[in-house]
């Protein structure tokens, strides 16, 4: 099974959902389960190093002043030699969303729900360097952490996923519309939290309440597929991380997401991708 890591919440002495990690201080996880699952928020910093880092199944090479974004439940893999220069900042979405105002601050952010473009991002060496001198301010703070210390490294990781988030824009620019609909944050939140038990449009549209087309038409301007095509890609993506980085079966695979039957969850998962799922894992 996939290997899955939760937030070490006491570490510093009381709760605490925010924290920044040296690569070469988690070398032994690394090494030992180079495929893993995380249960909260990763930003990645490379400052040097080689080989390549996946996240689903996007794979892309370990290079100086790249950037790798995943979010809870994605499927990482490591390929390394030698463990990279750089930083985890990782963090509970509480950690912001129970003191800002903007509730859906987290979710709006391009990097980390993107199902069309890849979860990474290169900066120029100033660009870099201005990052790392706010990871560096963080850093501080961790190590001499008291309670009252929170808003200030609020106020930190909210200023450097902004700098992110435009820096990513610039580059994956989205319109202004799908940033600011204030349902297909909450649609994408329920669908990952329920699309195993329930893959029905009306479902979703009844605990947004609003109807299942005024749903399929805010979801197909933000994401450019309907509803319905939405959450029958978020089963897929879950099934090709089985496919990819498990031992289950096809049957299990199957069960595990809530399809009836296995032929229907074949059918389901050829018609999305053009191909039957034992000819994806055999790729």
Known sequence: MIAQYDFFKNKYGEELLI????????????RNTPIQRLTYFDITFIASGCGTFAID???EDIAPNRIFFSSPGQVRKW?????????????????????????QFVQSLSF?????????LDLSQSEFEHIAALLHQIKNELTTFKHTDKHLLRALLYQILVLLNRHYSKVNPLSSKSQSNRYVGPFMQLVNAQHQQNRSVDHYAQL?????GHLNSLVKECCGVNAKRYILSRSILEAKRLLLYSDLTIDEIAANLG???TSYFVRAFKEHTGITPLHFKKQ
């Open 259 to 261: 399809y009836e039957t």
């Open 57 to 59: 199944s996007c794979e």
């Open 19 to 30: 924290d920044l990690i040296a690569l070469k201080d988690i070398e032994r996880y690394i």
């Open 208 to 212: 947004l309440h609003i109807t299942s």
């Open 79 to 103: 390929n390394v030699t030698d463990i990279p220069d750089g930083y985890a900042l990782i963090f509970e979405e509480e950690f912001l969303c129970t003191f800002f105002s903007d509730a």
């Open 112 to 120: 980390f729900y993107t199902y069309s473009n890849p979860p990474v």
